[in-house]
């Protein structure tokens, strides 16, 4: 997985906690990539867990429970 892709998967987790991501065409302006990626990287994050809604009123992805997403080892 290359950096960039964790990378910008943090960075779509710190805006969408702040609801700053805006519409998927903003947030891929902000990525650098296209729409399509930018949809993407959403439908990733949702399929590891994360419970991401688009809320109309805060024109933001959102996350519908308070939390972060970490992607990283863990040991017990």
């Known amino acids: 997985m290359p950096k960039t892709f964790v990378t910008r998967l943090q960075i779509i987790d710190q805006l969408i906690q702040k609801r700053n991501t805006g519409n998927a065409a903003v947030l891929a302006q902000r990525l650098n990539v296209c729409e399509r990626t930018a949809k993407e990287f959403i439908a990733v994050m949702k399929s590891l867990g994360a419970p991401i809604y688009y809320s109309r009123k805060a024109t933001s992805y959102c996350y519908s429970?308070?939390?972060?997403?970490v992607l990283q080892f863990e040991t017990w």
């Open 65 to 69: 429970t308070n939390g972060r997403f």
